[in-house]
């Protein structure tokens, strides 16, 4: 069973390292992950055959490459990505498939590079099944299959259902088939991703459009995959999702396609968040403390540009103080703060609700100069990073037995403008 993770507001290390040691060693903003908690979460999952990390939660070649050696395979949505992850020390083909390409779309980019690279394919529209007979004959495909419904902690994370683009609507299943036949490709796996976050009841009415979609198509289905959307937990009230209960129900659903098709069925998961969320911690400086009429405000020197999530989907973070000088009362009082950002833009705050609405946090009473850190961020943090306002890219380390390990340098000023040219007219 997975041990819940506790949000301490007050926090002096990392890792076993002291915070005022990574600041000065490496500056502010700066992501830091944690390999043993990736490691505890991968070991979660041993249950299942396959455990595929989808890449996008967290692309760093570093992060690949240490879930590759815990014996993790990868989901790539993008040639970029299987880029990073052939970086990371993946192969490109092999049973079962290192790398597997996941996407609604082929771009022309992907197509000429599955032409060229044996690269097992996860397609998201009837199109590409066609697209892919055209460059590949006799190769095999996964359907992702949308069967109509979803879920979500956000109705922007919830990948099922009409109002969502993902995946092969179910009722256009037997034009797939047509299309696998005539393309001469055959269809060996199924995938049914429905949205982040997920509950047992829910999770029966997937397993039964998966088995019922199996059998539609037949013995030639010789992998299923549950898909990722594992919750995390980003509160103390949230609970860990019981992964023993919620492998015996996939494995009941694999076991009975197993009997009906007299072969073994290969059953994979593909979690991204839940493997690299709760190792991630964005370390930042308070650079500011001021009133906004009864609001008090902390300003940090990391910005949306760093940590989408807040904004884009009203997400929680934990958030804890580390002070640069000790106390020496031992008694340190607590305050209601805003926490935002460095950016011109009046969304750039930390502690906002879904919709934008401003909420304040009880935190530590803290001065310009101390430390304030963003925690659970391991997971589409950096991935989303963006120069808005021409601010560069953080760095990040991993933090592995006790010793800090850079694994990207931070973006310097001349960064941001490489590639850009002034043209002579």
Same mark, same amino acid.
């Given at each position: 069973?997975?041990?819940?993770?506790?949000?301490? *507001?007050?926090?002096?290390? /990392?890792?076993?390292?002291?915070?005022?040691?990574?600041?000065?060693?490496?500056?502010?903003?700066?992501? !830091?992950?944690?390999?043993?908690?990736?490691?505890?979460?991968?070991?979660?999952?041993?249950?299942?055959?396959?455990?595929?990390?989808?890449?996008?939660?967290?692309?760093?070649?570093?992060?690949?490459?240490? *879930?590759?050696?815990?014996?993790?395979?990868?989901?790539?949505?993008?040639?970029?990505?299987?880029?990073?992850? *052939?970086?990371?020390?993946?192969?490109?083909?092999?049973?079962?498939?290192?790398?597997?390409?996941?996407?609604?779309?082929?771009?022309?980019?992907?197509?000429? !590079?599955?032409?060229?690279?044996?690269?097992?394919?996860?397609?998201?529209?009837?199109?590409?099944?066609?697209?892919?007979?055209? /460059?590949?004959?006799?190769?095999?495909?996964?359907?992702?299959?949308?069967?109509?419904?979803?879920?979500?902690?956000?109705?922007?994370?919830?990948?099922?259902?009409?109002?969502?683009?993902?995946?092969?609507?179910?009722?256009?299943?037997?034009?797939?088939?047509?299309?696998?036949?005539?393309?001469?490709?055959?269809?060996?796996?199924?995938?049914?991703?429905?949205?982040?976050?997920?509950?047992?009841?829910?999770?029966?009415?997937?397993?039964?459009?998966?088995?019922?979609?199996?059998?539609?198509?037949?013995?030639?289905?010789?992998?299923?995959?549950?898909?990722?959307?594992?919750?995390?937990?980003?509160?103390?009230?949230?609970?860990? /999702?019981?992964?023993?209960?919620?492998?015996?129900?996939?494995?009941?659903?694999?076991?009975?396609?197993?009997?009906?098709?007299?072969?073994?069925?290969?059953?994979?998961?593909?979690?991204?968040?839940?493997?690299?969320?709760?190792?991630?911690?964005?370390?930042?400086?308070?650079?500011?403390?001021?009133?906004?009429?009864?609001?008090?405000?902390?300003?940090?020197?990391?910005?949306?540009?760093?940590?989408?999530?807040?904004?884009?989907?009203?997400?929680?973070?934990?958030?804890?103080?580390?002070?640069?000088?000790?106390?020496?009362?031992?008694?340190?009082?607590?305050?209601?703060?805003?926490?935002?950002?460095?950016?011109?833009?009046?969304?750039?705050?930390?502690?906002?609700?879904?919709?934008?609405?401003?909420?304040?946090?009880?935190?530590?009473?803290?001065?310009?100069?101390?430390?304030?850190? /963003?925690?659970?961020?391991?997971?589409?943090?950096?991935?989303?990073?963006?120069?808005?306002?021409?601010?560069?890219?953080?760095?990040?380390?991993?933090?592995?037995?006790?010793?800090?390990?850079?694994?990207?340098?931070?973006?310097?000023?001349?960064?941001?403008?490489?590639?850009?040219?002034?043209?002579?007219?």
């Amino acid at each position: 069973m997975a041990t819940p993770t506790t949000f301490p *507001v007050h926090r002096t290390q /990392i890792a076993g390292i002291p915070i005022s040691h990574l600041a000065e060693t490496f500056g502010t903003p700066t992501y !830091f992950y944690d390999s043993e908690k990736i490691a505890e979460r991968v070991n979660d999952l041993k249950k299942f055959d396959v455990i595929r990390f989808a890449q996008k939660a967290n692309s760093n070649i570093a992060i690949l490459d240490f *879930v590759r050696r815990q014996g993790v395979l990868v989901d790539a949505v993008s040639v970029g990505e299987i880029h990073r992850a *052939v970086s990371a020390g993946y192969q490109l083909n092999g049973t079962p498939s290192p790398i597997v390409y996941t996407a609604d779309i082929f771009d022309r980019d992907a197509l000429d !590079f599955l032409r060229k690279n044996p690269v097992h394919c996860n397609a998201g529209s009837p199109e590409m099944i066609t697209q892919l007979g055209e /460059i590949r004959p006799n190769a095999e495909i996964t359907l992702r299959i949308n069967p109509g419904f979803g879920h979500g902690h956000s109705q922007k994370t919830n990948t099922g259902g009409d109002s969502s683009k993902h995946g092969i609507w179910h009722e256009q299943l037997p034009e797939c088939i047509n299309r696998a036949a005539a393309a001469k490709v055959k269809i060996s796996g199924l995938h049914m991703h429905i949205g982040s976050g997920t509950d047992f009841e829910h999770l029966s009415m997937v397993c039964a459009s998966m088995k019922s979609t199996a059998l539609s198509i037949g013995p030639s289905i010789t992998t299923i995959s549950a898909g990722g959307g594992l919750p995390t937990p980003y509160r103390e009230s949230d609970k860990m /999702i019981d992964i023993d209960r919620y492998f015996e129900i996939w494995d009941a659903t694999r076991k009975e396609l197993e009997t009906a098709f007299h072969h073994p069925i290969c059953l994979e998961i593909e979690p991204g968040r839940y493997l690299s969320a709760e190792s991630g911690y964005l370390l930042s400086e308070i650079r500011a403390v001021k009133k906004m009429g009864d609001k008090l405000y902390y300003l940090v020197d990391a910005g949306f540009n760093n940590l989408a999530r807040p904004i884009m989907y009203g997400s929680y973070h934990p958030i804890s103080i580390s002070h640069r000088a000790a106390n020496d009362s031992n008694v340190t009082p607590t305050v209601e703060a805003i926490v935002g950002g460095p950016l011109c833009e009046s969304g750039d705050i930390f502690t906002q609700e879904e919709g934008g609405f401003v909420c304040s946090r009880e935190l530590p009473a803290a001065k310009v100069g101390d430390f304030l850190i /963003i925690e659970c961020a391991g997971a589409y943090g950096f991935v989303m990073s963006s120069n808005y306002n021409s601010k560069p890219f953080a760095a990040e380390v991993l933090l592995h037995e006790q010793t800090p390990y850079p694994i990207r340098e931070r973006q310097t000023n001349e960064d941001l403008i490489r590639g850009e040219k002034i043209p002579s007219f």
